[in-house]
């Protein structure tokens, strides 16, 4: 719930007007400052209150169906949703920072040729409830709530979230946008917004709007320079095509060199990595506040591309840095465990497949 939402909760079970801001700060701390399983945990609010509460709302978790750590420390979780569906959630440490990589859908709908994700189809948006508990499941498993009012500064796990797990996050643009607020909360889980990305292929009537209304950081998932090739690989681009997408770019709100772009650029061998796709790329960009991540294509069973070499990956990111731009070329992390950007897919399509095939045998074997 928004805090407006809690608010008209407490008005309805009767909390007094004049004491409605000082009930909703104390739940709204339990709820993201520290974390609480139970409304019994909730220490300064009436027992009778407390009562009310939990009989009529719940702090479940989301059901952690699975979790897999790869040998670079990196998890990745599987959250079963209360329908059944299934969708994942990455978290990355590193030195001095967590970031936690979070899906906004069951699924996806874009088909980008060189995304896992993009070969299962869209199944349905996650709400704000769903965006949001990926990342109170994570903290509950990485037990990164704090016992005070300090619990979300200082050796907090996760630092950082990326929307750059399954789904297009401005397809679902309200649900993204109510989620990343609460998240940004200085009262409650309390991310900066400079510490939020989202990252987007390129829905372009949407962009504007979801800079006004979450003031986070902005990622571009662009990877060609031309249309015909962005075409390809990001089918959206037929719809909003390089200069649409850029003219949209260039009226993100806040935009500075402070207040940077990121625009992703996946490595494919032979496809996009020439020194003159660098010298595009470059001149794509001009006047735009922007870093450019250079992401290693990170295969899959069936993939139809190949990662560029490193000596390749190096001179394009070079060409990139001499004009300017900042082009670190992303380390791949957790391919052992398909936790890597371009590598996260649901279960539940697999899952589905299994039991669909157990069924068949059940029914063969009972013919016998």
């Not at 949407?206 to 662009?222: H, N, Q, W, Y």
């Not at 090739?229 to 719809?239: A, I």
């Not at 032979?270 to 295969?299: H, Q």
């Amino acid at each position: 719930m928004t805090r407006d939402d809690l608010r008209a909760v407490l008005a309805d079970i009767g909390v007094a007007d004049k004491q409605l801001r000082m009930r909703v700060s104390q739940i709204w701390s339990w709820l993201y400052a520290h974390g609480v399983r139970e409304f019994d945990q909730m220490t300064n609010i009436a027992k009778e209150l407390r009562d009310k509460l939990a009989a009529a709302y719940t702090l479940e978790r989301l059901d952690m169906a699975e979790a897999h750590l790869s040998a670079d420390g990196t998890r990745k979780y599987l959250f079963r949703l209360a329908d059944g569906q299934l969708v994942e959630t990455v978290y990355i440490p590193e030195m001095g920072r967590g970031t936690l990589c979070v899906s906004s859908q069951v699924g996806c709908t874009l088909t980008c040729r060189f995304c896992h994700t993009g070969t299962q189809k869209l199944v349905r948006n996650l709400s704000a409830a769903e965006i949001t508990g990926q990342m109170v499941a994570a903290r509950d498993d990485l037990d990164d709530w704090g016992q005070n009012e300090q619990s979300n500064s200082g050796t907090r796990k996760v630092t950082n979230v990326v929307m750059m797990g399954m789904g297009e996050p401005l397809y679902n643009s309200n649900n993204v946008a109510a989620a990343l607020n609460v998240m940004s909360d200085g009262d409650g889980l309390s991310l900066s917004k400079r510490r939020i990305t989202l990252s987007t292929s390129g829905v372009v009537p949407e962009i504007a709007d979801m800079g006004e209304k979450t003031g986070v950081m902005l990622a571009i998932s662009l990877h060609a320079v031309t249309d015909e090739l962005r075409d390809e690989l990001v089918p959206l681009n037929k719809k909003y095509p390089i200069e649409d997408l850029l003219a949209a770019c260039r009226n993100w709100p806040g935009l500075s060199n402070a207040k940077r772009i990121t625009f992703e650029y996946v490595m494919l061998k032979g496809v996009n990595d020439s020194d003159a796709d660098a010298r595009a790329l470059v001149k794509l960009l001009a006047g735009i506040p922007a870093k450019i991540n250079l992401i290693p294509f990170n295969p899959w069973p069936g993939a139809p591309y190949e990662c560029s070499d490193a000596a390749r990956m190096q001179t394009f990111a070079d060409i990139v840095n001499r004009a300017g731009y900042a082009s670190p070329v992303r380390r791949p992390r957790g391919r052992d465990i398909m936790a890597a950007c371009g590598q996260l897919k649901s279960a539940s399509v697999k899952q589905s497949a299994a039991e669909k095939k157990k069924a068949e045998l059940a029914t063969r074997n009972l013919g016998r």
